[in-house]
């Protein structure tokens, strides 16, 4: 069965951190492209951060440029996104997405084959 399992959310204060983890079965994560989404309440989704297959280049949204971290560990077939300086508008619920891209070539929901169920990610005082 494929699936993608996300973890690690959860509530923290403003500038704290999070890691995320996206955990792959059934399929090898390694031959994917990895991208990571959130969707906030009433917002569309969009993408954050991204992990190319072919030489491991990343993509980062502004917003999150300089303060995410996208990782990826083939032998666990995990990918990770750790989140560093949050801020309250990065809650959202956060999701992985794996395609098979060989490199980030956008954000499209098209261009992403596997999907998790996504993790609640907020930040409040």
């Known amino acids: 069965q494929v699936q993608l399992v996300e973890s690690g959310g959860g509530l923290v204060q403003p500038g704290g951190s999070l890691r995320l983890s996206c955990a792959a079965s059934?399929?090898?994560?390694?031959?994917?492209?990895i991208a990571w989404f959130r969707q906030a309440p009433g917002k569309e989704r969009e993408g954050v951060s991204c992990v190319a297959r072919s030489d491991a280049s990343t993509h980062y949204a502004d917003s999150v440029k300089g303060r995410f971290s996208i990782s990826r560990d083939n032998a666990q077939n995990t990918a990770y996104l750790q989140m560093n300086s949050l801020k309250p508008e990065d809650t959202a619920v956060y999701y992985c997405a794996a395609g098979p891209s060989d490199y980030c070539s956008g954000y499209e929901v098209w261009k992403y084959d596997y999907w998790g169920q996504g993790t609640q990610v907020t930040v409040s005082s």
């Open positions: 059934g399929f090898t994560l390694g031959y994917h492209t």
